[in-house]
């Protein structure tokens, strides 16, 4: 799938819980208008304006409320391929209406994805605001997600790791034996980087995942 970026503010700008919601509801809402519409009618007019958007990463911790705020939505949508240029061009006008950045881009075009990634999405803890939406919600794979962050390595990818393991969405012994099983897909020309430093940071991650537990411990 081709990634889709939408960039627009001048700067950074702060996004919070509200707006996430506010962005998702606003596309379902013209998705489904241009659906009405019959922008695809020659194309297919038996076809729905029904999907499926998965939040990724920062976005899913920020609508689950564990972070106060971010600067993009990074999403991975799924619809039938005769509506994805509808749905393309809802996102980008949303996004330059709200002034915000968003990515809608399938983890899998990133990096290798751990076998079963499929099931293991999570629905939103609070649907409350989705109910009704044609665009169905889910939380994308957080293993999947875990060790996407981990090849980036930055403070701040740790600590939505940390985040993960705090709330019980992933285990470490899960991340272990995922990650074996995971490692021989992983090579330089599919990370882009050494497979020794993606242990390295793997073990970085583990001794600040110790030292936490420690600390709330003492």
């Known amino acids: 799938m081709k990634t889709a970026r939408w960039s627009f503010p001048q700067g950074l700008k702060m996004i919070d819980r509200l707006q996430v919601i506010e962005f998702f509801q606003a596309v379902d809402r013209e998705f489904g208008q241009a659906c009405d519409r019959g922008l695809d009618q020659e194309r297919d007019p038996g076809l729905d304006r029904d999907g499926r958007i998965f939040l990724v990463g920062d976005t899913s911790q920020l609508v689950e409320g564990w972070q106060r705020?971010?600067?993009?939505?990074d999403f991975f949508s799924v619809v039938d391929s005769l509506k994805r240029e509808s749905l393309t061009s809802v996102v980008a006008s949303v996004a330059c209406r709200m002034g915000i950045q968003a990515t809608d881009?399938?983890?899998g075009d990133v990096v290798p994805l751990p076998e079963g990634y499929e099931s293991r999405s999570r629905p939103l803890s609070d649907s409350s605001w989705s109910q009704g939406l044609h665009l169905k919600?889910?939380?994308?794979?957080p293993y999947s997600v875990s060790?996407?962050?981990?090849?980036?390595?930055?403070?701040t990818d740790y600590d939505l790791i940390?985040?993960?393991l705090e709330h019980s969405w992933i285990t470490e012994s899960e991340l272990d034996s995922r990650l074996e099983k995971l490692l021989p897909e992983l090579t330089f020309e599919t990370i882009q980087q050494d497979p020794a430093e993606l242990r390295r940071r793997y073990s970085g991650l583990?001794?600040?995942?110790?030292?936490?537990?420690?600390?709330?411990?003492?």
């Not at 705020?69 to 939505?73: A, F, R, V």
């Not at 996407?148 to 403070?155: C, Q």
């Open 69 to 73: 705020w971010n600067t993009k939505i």
């Open 105 to 107: 881009e399938f983890p």
């Open 137 to 141: 919600i889910r939380h994308f794979d």
């Open 147 to 155: 060790y996407r962050y981990i090849m980036r390595g930055g403070e």
């Open 162 to 164: 940390l985040r993960f």
């Open 206 to 218: 583990k001794q600040m995942w110790k030292a936490r537990q420690v600390a709330k411990s003492a």
